[in-house]
T-cell receptor, first 114, second 114 residues
Framework: EADIYQTPRYLVIGTGKKITLECSQT?????MYWYQQDPGMELHLIHY???????EKGDLSSESTVSRIRTEHFPLTLESARPSHTSQYLC?????????????FGDGTRLSIL | KNQVEQSPQSLIILEGKNCTLQ??????????LRWYKQDTGRGPVSLTI?????NTKSNGRYTATLDADTKQSSLHITASQLSDSASYIC?????????????FGRGTQLTVWP
């Protein structure tokens, strides 16, 4: 069982609020990722990190930002939430080196912006 | 264009029966192919990872096959159980970047009835 945790699991909040989605892993993985997933659709990579102080944007344009100050922590922030940000956000991590290593996913945060 | 297509989109089977899910991809250059199981409201969990040289891999009642020449993979589930009800996602990784970019299918939604 992978040790990667996301909080909150569910969040319903009004437009214009600042939101931070938390993601922590206890496996010491250097690589971490944020994905966005809508019902019935594929996962889209929005941010990734190779290690501390390393962050890159993914394939899907996102107004969110991320930070990687500690290896185990990779929070995602929306400065001003909009209804278009309503989605499920999944965090994942994997070991460095061999690209054949699996990604371990958290259980996601389901975000609803009113 | 690199793509991953899965079929069928959804499938209903009776408990105890076998089933096979299909995945076709156009990703090139190919690195590996992964099958994930995603329970409702949870993050994806890795079932199998196959590289170019592997044409079959098993994980309990799950057996994945890979034909790298035709760019097809299948996931066979034997003696299905109610707990197999989930979305099964095919993911292909390329060798074109350090990240080992992942291309996700939209998944096959499997429902097992008693």
């Amino acid at each position: 069982e992978a040790d990667i945790y996301q909080t909150p699991r569910y969040l319903v909040i009004g437009t214009g609020k600042k939101i931070t989605l938390e993601c922590s892993q206890t496996m010491g993985h250097d690589k971490m990722y944020w994905y966005q997933q809508d019902p019935g659709m594929e996962l889209h990579l929005i941010h990734y990190s190779y290690g501390v102080n390393s962050t890159e944007k993914g394939d899907l344009s996102s107004e969110s930002t991320v930070s990687r100050i500690r290896t185990e922590h990779f929070p995602l922030t929306l400065e001003s939430a909009r209804p278009s940000h309503t989605s499920q956000y999944l965090c994942a991590s994997s070991e460095s080196g061999d690209s054949n290593q699996p990604q371990h996913f958290g259980d996601g945060t389901r975000l609803s912006i009113l | 264009k690199n793509q991953v297509e899965q079929s069928p989109q959804s499938l209903i089977i009776l408990e105890g029966k076998n089933c096979t899910l299909q995945c076709n991809y156009t990703v090139s250059p190919f690195s590996n192919l992964r099958w994930y199981k995603q329970d409702t409201g949870r993050g994806p969990v890795s079932l199998t990872i196959m590289t170019f040289s592997e044409n079959t891999k098993s994980n309990g009642r799950y057996t994945a096959t890979l034909d790298a020449d035709t760019k097809q993979s299948s996931l066979h589930i034997t003696a299905s159980q109610l707990s197999d009800s989930a979305s099964y996602i095919c993911v292909v990784s390329d060798r074109g970047s350090t990240l080992g970019r992942l291309y996700f299918g939209r998944g096959t939604q499997l429902t097992v009835w008693p």
